[in-house]
């Protein structure tokens, strides 16, 4: 399916069947996720995915008891870092000089204007924007598994603490930003499955300045 037909196709699915979805698909949606731009190309997240039965349970439980959680293929867990240091965005700097093969202290006076913007801010500023970062991935599994048919869920109905706790987040740095489910729509069961997509009209969204 196309892009546009895939996004006017999905819609935030409400229950799912419990199939599971095909791995290479799976791999499709992931690698979507992965290439997705950042901010200095940090990629300040990482992603959980998650099919264990008993971790879904305890998601839910701690998600408003969305049904999504534990009928979906698998839980995609975006957990972003809490913080920047000098030494993760040295890390990631001297990873992408070495797949470009180009001398680390290429990066040198940019790693110091990024590290320059973002030492005196704080913490909760850090994790925002590395927050944000994650989005525009998550944002990019959506657009790929509605394009394979694949449904999701986005959501940010849960507890963050608590997945954090229950995936073990803070001692890697990371806290649970968003969540998405990937599985089948349930037609038969799902109230949302018929409302008609409603989107704001051009008008009210797009400004144009010739
Ligand atoms: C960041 C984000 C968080 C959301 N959180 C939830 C959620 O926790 N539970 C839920 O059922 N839907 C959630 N949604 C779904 C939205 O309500 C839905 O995308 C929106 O109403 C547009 O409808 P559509 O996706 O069906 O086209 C979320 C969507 C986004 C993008």
């Known amino acids: 399916m196309d892009l546009l037909k895939g996004l006017n196709w999905r819609y935030a699915t409400k229950k799912m069947t419990g199939k599971k979805i095909p791995q290479n698909q799976l791999d499709y949606i992931l690698e979507a996720a992965r290439l997705a731009p950042s901010s200095s190309g940090l990629q300040p997240y990482e992603i959980f995915v998650i099919s264990n039965p008993s971790t879904l349970k305890d998601i839910r439980a701690v998600g408003y008891d969305q049904s999504p959680i534990t009928e979906c293929s698998h839980l995609l867990v975006f957990a972003s870092w809490t913080n920047y240091t000098l030494e993760k965005i040295t890390r990631v700097f001297d990873d992408m000089m070495s797949v ?3 001398p680390k202290e290429t990066m040198t006076n940019y790693k110091e204007i990024v590290w320059g913007m973002y030492e005196h801010l ?11 970062q994650a989005y525009i991935s998550f944002s990019m599994a959506i657009a790929a598994a509605a394009e394979l048919e694949i449904d999701t869920t986005p959501m940010e109905g849960f507890l963050p603490d608590k997945v954090d706790e229950i995936l073990g987040l803070g001692d890697m740095g990371l806290t649970s930003a968003v969540i998405l489910t990937l599985g089948y729509r349930d037609t038969e069961n799902d109230w949302n499955v018929k409302l008609k997509k409603f989107r704001k009209s051009k008008d009210d969204i797009l400004h144009w300045i010739d």
Do not use: M, T
């Open 100 to 102: 470009r093969g180009l």
């Open 122 to 132: 704080s913490n909760d500023w850090h994790a925002q924007h590395a927050a944000k």
